[in-house]
């Protein structure tokens, strides 16, 4: 436990910090998987439109500080390599 005041303080910061970064990562993991799920389907336009989405939500989130700019980046060319499979099958 803290014994300091401005000790307490950054405890409280921290968790309210914490409480936010969990949500703040959850919502993108939930945009993610959204994606992936629409690249796994028939619709290429879904996906393309999804694609955009989620690469706005992880460029936000490193902005943010929430991830690494390099772990941003290594996502987003991840999953830029499931969009040309939908736009393949659907040709």
Do not use: E, W, Y
């Amino acid at each position: 436990m803290p014994n300091t005041a401005s000790a307490k303080k950054d405890l409280r910061q921290n968790q309210k910090r914490r409480l936010l970064n969990r949500s703040q990562r959850s919502a993108l993991r939930t945009v993610i998987k959204k994606f992936r799920t629409a690249a796994a389907g028939d619709d290429p336009d879904n996906a393309r439109a999804a694609f955009r989405l989620v690469v706005k939500c992880i460029d936000q989130a490193a902005a943010k500080g929430l991830i690494h700019k390099n772990t941003a980046a290594r996502t987003k060319s991840r999953l830029s390599k499931l969009l040309p499979r939908t736009s393949a099958a659907s040709s």
